[in-house]
């Protein structure tokens, strides 16, 4: 049997498992009182006449002198409840004369010394309920005898490393019912193959079930190419698990690089079936789940290879409040953060801003609880530098930027970003080649023809994840505060993506970038080196957007022209350099082109004449003659239809006190609008605001335009009136429901703090 000295159990962990133990070696329910509000009782058991009351104590730091401290003013509360029995339960090893003392201190009428139950007498009863044993995997998993089993059985395969830092993550693993779903499938079937969504705990899944074949004495084999290292390794006769971590990424890698598919799922497929043929062997294997279902879409033979039968999918999209809140939890009480920090998270509940924050992640939460980190960090300013750390966590993210990641990876990063942090595989390879050639010859390194899967496989599931079918996008919102700190620190990085971008979508999301650094340093940047950025701007904007589509239609990609030229001429005003501003003249003539065979964009002509007028004071003459053309092309356009929306930002650049054409036009579009778009917009209203901002509108029309729109009106006022009706019966049904969606918070929140009152007790 084995012997437990339950340090590897939070207070929360140890109550569960005293709760668990007592129910079964009683025959009754328990109640349970979370900590913090339980006026001395953690769990109890009331039927008249009788009324026990158990309290569990840890005292993992102060040991036996804390428990002594504390339970002289816990015997007032025990007296003042005068139970029929009253047991305590602790993990504090206790001698005969150590449950004498107790008992003297609670008193011995309401205390017998048989009720003082220590880690003996819970091992002992452990030992009675194996099935209470096995269902409290981080009882066993994380207990220091199972590592010393485990270090033996690993250093044969040379993965010690590997086993302890599974087991102290094992003693903060937020327990689910994946675990013994995984074992079971594995012990039935011999192999297991973790799936799910990136983010949702496959690889600490997968390493607590190696972790746990370990300590069975299995010999572990780490692969990390492909299954010809685990087939080199086999070993019939010898119990071994292999794991395989992103076997699907890793496997059909080579495919995307131009290898063959065929041979990589053949070798996949036989080496599985040679595992499941033997007695001895398991495999353990996880995967991103679209990646999975790419790879069985692309083979016939993994889709006849049975794999969807040992397949066990994490479908946890995100942590709930009260996961994270057991995240948080685990990770203060089995930190090496002095009582004085712990408290400051305590005090005011300032713990649940942290779990409700919509940036949480579990390693925000391992960087704020680990003191190594926090050494800087006075106990005054710590509250301030998690409210900071929260706000723009890139400092968790740029010692692994800075310096575990290749060029390559850097380069993946910077075109994501480039792009705003999301975009298509095909958009992110056009735009990562540009970069990375740029980068690569600026700075002297060298490039090879993987790269770009060198670079993702570096950054994904740890920078990035996967979207969509082929995509791409960064896995938290700190990743883009992070790239947004790097290239404010180091301007230059937005000189070269600008120099090698791929697309205008790049320049304007790097000008965006520009314009919101208020130090003024990429600006600066810039401006220096506008003459290497320009050729660049100028090449990307001359690209087509209009691609030609399979049977005779067209589809438009990237900024319109009109966008284009608008920011270049913001950039021109701005950086005051003649090389940006004679992008200016091609620009337009590019617009112009296009307008031979395409409508004006009118929201964007609109904005463009807005950063014209803007620019006319500061730049060069042709600005005034390119404001002209480009309003008489918009009102040309308008005349021919448009909806209210752009009416009206069309409005707000007619001057109105000019020549009479301009308002006969802009009548004509208002004429077109009420007859061919006004009914679809009123169709299209989903609000009261969006009712509103149409009634508005038609008054603008009224009061600038001189046109009759009171049937117009009547017609969203009443529209507007049977909406509300339906509204109004939607809310209350609304209503019902957020008052329970509240009862519910609450009472999570309750929970949530009941929990961490456990961190209150046992310091120094």
């Known amino acids: ?81 005068a139970p029929t029995r009253y047991v305590l339960v602790t993990s504090v ?74 087991y102290e993550h094992a003693k903060r693993y937020v327990v689910s019912d994946a675990y013994p779903q995984a074992l079971k499938m594995l012990t039935e079937e011999r192999v297991v193959i973790i799936a799910g969504a990136p983010g949702v705990g496959k690889t600490t899944l997968a390493d607590l079930i190696l972790y746990t074949h370990l300590e069975q004495g299995y010999q572990a084999v780490l692969i990390q190419r492909d299954v010809d290292e685990g087939e080199a390794l086999f070993q019939p006769g010898m119990r071994q698990v292999f794991y395989f971590d992103d076997f699907m990424g890793v496997t059909f890698a080579g495919e995307r690089a131009g290898g063959g598919r065929g041979a990589s799922d053949r070798a996949l497929v036989n080496f599985i079936a040679m595992v499941r043929a033997t007695p001895d062997a398991r495999l353990v294997l996880t995967t991103r789940e679209h990646v999975y279902a790419q790879a069985l879409g692309r083979s016939e033979r993994l889709r006849h290879a049975g794999l969807d039968d040992v397949r066990v999918v994490l479908g946890m999209p995100s942590y709930s409040v009260m996961q994270r809140a057991r995240i948080l939890y685990n990770h203060l009480y089995f930190s090496d953060l002095p009582d004085a920090y712990r408290d400051e998270l305590l005090r005011d509940d300032f713990y649940l801003r942290i779990v409700k924050h919509k940036k949480f992640n579990p390693r925000l939460i391992e960087w704020l609880s680990a003191y190594r980190r926090l050494r800087h960090v006075s106990v005054e300013r710590y509250r301030q530098f998690i409210d900071d750390l929260l706000r723009d966590p890139s400092e968790i993210w ?54 770009l899967r060198t670079g993702i496989r570096e950054v994904v599931n740890s920078f990035i994840r996967p979207w969509g079918s082929q995509g791409f996008e960064v896995i938290d919102p700190s990743v883009l505060d992070l790239l947004n700190a790097v290239t404010q620190n180091a301007p230059g990085n937005v000189v070269d993506m600008i120099a090698g971008a791929a697309s205008f979508d790049q ?38 957007r209009r691609v030609a589509m399979k049977g005779g239609g067209a589809a438009f990609f990237g900024p319109s022209y009109e966008r284009r030229l608008a920011t270049i001429v913001e950039m021109a005003q701005r950086l005051q350099g003649p090389a940006i501003s004679a992008l200016i003249a091609p620009a337009y003539a590019r617009l112009s082109q296009e307008w031979q065979t395409e409508r004006p964009q009118i929201n964007d002509a609109v904005e463009l004449i807005r950063v014209l007028d803007a620019a006319a004071s500061s730049t060069t003459g042709e600005i005034g003659a390119v404001r002209e053309a480009v309003l008489a092309a918009t009102l040309e356009e308008a005349r021919t239809g448009c909806r209210a929306d752009e009416l009206r930002e069309l409005l707000g650049v007619v001057d109105l006190e000019r020549p009479e054409s301009e308002v006969a036009i802009a009548r004509e579009s208002f004429e077109t609008y009420q007859h061919k778009y006004f009914s679809e917009d009123l169709r299209e209203c989903r609000s009261r605001e969006q009712f509103s901002g149409l009634i508005e509108d038609l008054e603008l029309f009224r009061d600038e335009l001189g046109v009759d729109v ?44 009941d929990m961490f009152g456990s961190l209150r007790g046992d310091h120094s």
């Open 710 to 753: 009171d049937a117009m009106i009547e017609r969203v006022e009443q529209a507007n009136a049977e909406f509300e009706e339906h509204e109004d019966q939607y809310a209350d049904h609304m209503q019902d429901e957020w008052k329970e969606r509240y009862r519910d918070e609450r009472v999570s929140d309750r929970s949530i703090s």
């Open 93 to 166: 090893p206790l001698s005969p004369t150590n449950k004498d003392e107790i008992v003297r201190i609670i008193g011995a009428d309401l205390l017998q010394s048989s009720d003082v139950v220590g880690p003996d007498e819970l091992n002992n009863l452990l030992g009675q309920h194996p099935d209470v044993e096995g269902r409290h995997y981080k009882l066993w998993l994380a207990s220091r005898g199972v590592l010393d089993r485990v270090i033996n059985n690993a250093a044969v395969t040379r993965s010690e490393f590997k086993a302890r830092q599974v």
């Open 507 to 544: 320049i304007e999301q790097l000008w965006t970038l520009a314009k919101a650094d208020f130090s003024g340093a990429i600006s600066n940047a810039l401006k220096r080196e506008a003459g290497r950025i320009a050729p660049s701007i100028a090449r990307v904007a001359n690209m087509a």
């Open 398 to 451: 740029r010692h692994a930027y800075d310096q575990e990641i290749t060029e390559p990876g850097r380069s993946v990063l910077l075109a994501v970003r480039s792009l705003g942090g999301k975009c298509g595989g095909p958009v992110l390879e056009r735009a990562f080649g540009e970069l990375h050639a740029y980068r690569a010859t600026r700075y002297n390194f060298s490039t090879r023809p993987d790269d």
């Open 1 to 81: 049997m084995s012997q437990y000295d339950f340090h590897q159990l939070s207070p929360y962990d140890l109550e569960t498992l005293t709760r668990d133990l007592l129910q079964a070696r009683w025959g009754v329910q328990l109640e349970s009182f979370k900590a913090g509000k339980d006026g001395g009782i953690d769990l109890r058991y009331a039927s008249a006449p009788a009324n026990t009351i158990v309290q569990v104590k840890h005292y993992l730091r102060t040991g036996l002198s804390g428990l002594l401290r504390d339970l002289k003013a816990e015997a007032v509360k025990v007296r003042r409840l």
